[in-house]
């Protein structure tokens, strides 16, 4: 709901990344953006936070892509493509997964277009692994590899509360960690892209995600931080890893597109 039907005029573009082939746990969050199209009808279109319409937003839906089932490296290189294309036309990325793994083609070809490309990453999880089982190309990983594109200095994660130790060590030896809002101060003059992965909210709030894990945040907290970035150069961002069939009530859901509409308005 709220988008410009026209993507010619539209600033934002939305794209739907249904892909979750490399979960670890609990599968499903290639059914998001679906159920998150469907859930924004309840949704006001007006945020009292921002104090903005989704309309004046200026963006258009542009749907979900199709991927190659049981191939990775070809549904990648798709998101990387499309992602590119949108940028050509001089526009922003706003994507819904899917897994995690969809913003690693993101931040590719957007790192295409901007030298000084930084990462906000709002997590439960570390996602710094080199390998999960023997695979590189894991949403456990996609941190680290994007590491390699922006460089770790260029990388900011918050809400983390799970990783194995060898990837908090990496977290403290290149300063990535932040608990506090003046931790993002020093992106001020940087081209941002936010990536959100639900499971950053406490289960309380969102347990239908692929990787529950207790301890997280609670709504308001995310959209503090959401309203201190709002003043930062944005340039794209993702939601991921909602999987709404763990949650019948279709609360998380809800709260995904909510996380979405706020996300939005930062752009």
Same mark, same amino acid.
């Given at each position: 709901?709220?988008? =410009?039907? =026209? ?13 979750d ?9 290639r ?9 924004s ?16 937003? =200026? ?5 979900d ?17 499309? +992602?590119? #294309? ?12 899917? #897994?995690?793994?969809?913003?690693l083609?993101e ?8 030298? =000084?490309l ?6 439960a ?14 949403h ?11 460089g770790?200095e ?5 809400g ?17 960690l932040?608990h ?5 101060d020093?992106f001020?003059?940087k ?5 959100v992965?639900?499971d950053?909210?406490d ?17 308001k #907290? ?17 939601v ?14 809800? +709260? ?9 308005m930062?752009?």
């Amino acid at each position: 709901m709220g988008q =410009n039907p =026209n993507f010619e005029t539209s600033d934002v573009i939305m794209l739907g990344l249904p892909f979750d082939g490399t979960v670890s746990y609990r599968p499903g969050s290639r059914f998001a953006p679906e159920q998150i199209r469907l859930a924004s009808w309840g949704l006001e279109d007006y945020s009292p936070e921002f104090d903005k319409h989704l309309q004046d937003v =200026n963006f258009h839906d542009a749907g979900d892509l199709e991927f190659p089932l049981g191939n990775t490296y070809a549904s990648l290189d798709l998101i990387e493509k499309n +992602v590119e #294309e949108i940028y050509k036309a001089g526009k922003k990325v706003f994507a819904i997964g899917g #897994e995690h793994l969809v913003t690693l083609p993101e931040i590719k070809a957007i790192s295409k277009f901007y030298d =000084n490309l930084a990462v906000v990453h709002f997590d439960a999880h570390t996602d710094l692994r080199e390998e999960y089982l023997g695979e590189e190309m894991s949403h456990s990983a996609v941190i680290r590899h994007i590491s390699k594109i922006v460089g770790a200095e260029n990388i900011k994660q918050i809400g983390i509360r799970s990783g194995m130790k060898e990837e908090f060590e990496f977290m403290k030896k290149h300063n990535t960690l932040i608990h506090e809002f003046s931790g993002l101060d020093e992106f001020k003059g940087k081209k941002i892209f936010v990536t959100v992965d639900l499971d950053v909210l406490d289960t309380s709030v969102m347990c239908g995600t692929g990787t529950p894990e207790a301890g997280g945040m609670q709504f308001k #907290e995310l959209i503090e931080w959401f309203k201190y970035l709002k003043d930062f150069e944005i340039i794209g961002a993702d939601v991921v890893e909602l999987a709404p069939d763990y949650d019948a009530s279709g609360v998380s859901t809800a +709260v995904a597109t909510k996380v979405i509409r706020e996300l939005l308005m930062c752009l």
